[in-house]
């Protein structure tokens, strides 16, 4: 079936490196993609989204980028801190208005 | 500011047993769900509400059922618990709209349940 999925379980970078987290998704349908943070013990917490019809888009230290010709997504962290390490889930907002999630990458920041 | 709120943090069940875990919102959002998380995995969706009175099936609702009497309540209900059920809970809401404002989904805390 179709399924949004990360290449790496495990990312590991030193403080004031830049991290770039992989997805790669398969329903060539999806048009509206998320990239949530989950701190051990919490819920995911949202940090950007991005439409298909965007290749790019831009936060506070944060760049989504979408590549629907190879439908890959990457979400890239400037100025990897300490509190950026958390595990970061891609999530595709379905017809239900619901979420299917990826299988997550672990961001560990080294000092 | 309470957003959403879920109980028990924590529930230790025994095989067979029945438990709920409560969800409650308190933004008036029309859309409720609740995900399931094993360890090292994504989220996965169980049921969802577009709705109160509607309820719908996830991805993996075999073993739980919801009821929306409210719009701020949406409960899930472990009938006959398994250890297959052991897992981390997420519930979560959102406000009726486009799909461009993932910044309006918010999720709970999470209730850890083991089932022995």
């Known amino acids: 079936g179709e399924s949004v999925g990360l290449h790496l379980p495990t990312l590991s970078v030193q403080e004031g490196d830049n991290s770039i987290i992989n997805c790669a998704y398969s329903?060539?349908?999806?048009?509206?993609f998320i990239w949530y943070k989950q701190e051990s013990g919490k819920g995911p917490q949202f940090i950007i989204d991005i439409r298909s019809n965007m290749d790019k888009r831009q936060g506070q230290r944060v760049t989504v980028l979408l590549n629907k010709t190879v439908k890959h997504l990457s979400l890239q962290i400037a100025a990897t801190q300490p509190g950026d390490s958390a595990v970061y889930f891609c999530?595709?907002?379905?017809?239900?208005?619901?979420?299917?999630f990826g299988g997550g990458t672990r961001l560990m920041v080294k000092p | 500011n309470a957003g959403v709120t879920q109980t028990p943090k924590f529930q230790v069940l025994k095989t067979g047993q029945s438990m709920t875990l409560q969800c409650a919102q308190d933004?008036?959002?029309?859309?409720m769900s609740w995900y399931r998380q094993d360890p090292g995995m994504g989220l996965r969706l169980i049921h969802y509400s577009v709705g109160a009175g509607i309820t719908d099936q996830g991805e993996v609702p075999n073993g739980y059922n919801v009821s929306r009497s409210t719009t701020e309540d949406f409960p899930l209900r472990l009938l006959s618990a398994a250890p297959s059920q052991t897992s981390v809970y997420f519930c979560a809401s959102r406000k009726q709209g486009p799909r461009n404002s993932g910044n309006t989904i918010y999720f709970g805390e999470g209730s850890w349940l083991t089932v022995v």
């Open positions: 933004m008036n959002h029309e859309y």
């Open positions: 999530a595709e907002n379905n017809a239900g208005n619901m979420l299917t």
């Open positions: 329903n060539s349908a999806s048009d509206y």
